[in-house]
């Protein structure tokens, strides 16, 4: 599975959570900030004619208000580009920060339209009291086909869980991508990378 695939798959599944939320328990935890994010996110799909046709303006808008401040972009940058990240500048951290972020973002926006009323099944969380870190563990079920096991790694920080990786099928996320980054700075620098996020941000707009 590719990697704008395994976006798609893995932050559509946070969509899909929403229909769960009403029988989510009322203790905090990793879970519940995933099933409250879902569900604030199809309730505004829901509501909004415009991401439902596609508009990218009207889907980013609502990725930036519900969706980004449960990720850990800077974590999931510098897991993805490896030991690579040590050899960056400071402001090259920050490029690649946001370079990836924005790829993301231009992936998932195409998914919002594609919403389905697909089934998903919460298998639970790992997460035990005082834990700083947690992966929830879900099941997609489409009306059709194979279902996908999608997992949400995440760490608590200042009484917040945010997401660093996404597993669909087993696989990350990050190390999907690991391989593909190192290969670009192998070949081209770190610059080289920063280059090629913004070539693959602007493919995946055009999706």
């Given at each position: 599975m590719n990697g704008?695939?395994?976006?798609?798959?893995?932050?559509?599944?946070?969509?899909?959570?929403?229909?769960?939320?009403?029988?989510?328990s009322a203790v905090a935890g990793p879970d519940a900030v995933i099933r409250k994010t879902a569900d604030e996110v199809i309730a505004a799909i829901k509501a909004d004619k415009a991401i439902q046709s596609g508009d990218r303006t009207s889907a980013y808008k609502l990725i930036d208000q519900k969706v980004l401040p449960h990720f850990d972009f800077e974590r999931m940058t510098r897991l993805a580009v490896g030991r690579n990240w040590r050899q960056a500048a400071p402001e090259q951290k920050k490029q690649l920060v946001g370079g990836f972020r924005d790829l993301l973002v231009?992936?998932?926006?195409?998914?919002?339209?594609?919403?389905?009323?697909q089934v998903v099944q919460i298998?639970?969380?790992?997460?035990?009291?005082?834990?700083?870190?947690?992966?929830?563990?879900?099941?997609?079920?489409?009306s059709g086909g194979q279902s996908i096991p999608i997992d949400y790694s995440m760490e608590k920080a200042n009484d917040d869980w945010k997401v660093y990786d996404i597993r669909v099928d087993g696989v990350s996320l990050v190390t999907n991508y690991r391989s593909?980054?190192?290969d670009i700075v192998r070949r081209n620098?770190?610059?080289?990378l920063i280059k090629a996020l913004e070539e693959k941000s602007r493919a995946a707009e055009k999706k």
């Open positions: 704008m695939k395994m976006v798609r798959a893995g932050m559509a599944g946070l969509l899909l959570l929403a229909g769960l939320w009403a029988q989510a231009r992936t998932y926006a195409s998914s919002l339209s594609q919403y389905k009323d298998k639970g969380t790992d997460a035990q009291p005082g834990d700083a870190e947690a992966v929830v563990h879900t099941l997609i079920v489409p593909e980054f190192a620098g770190v610059d080289g």
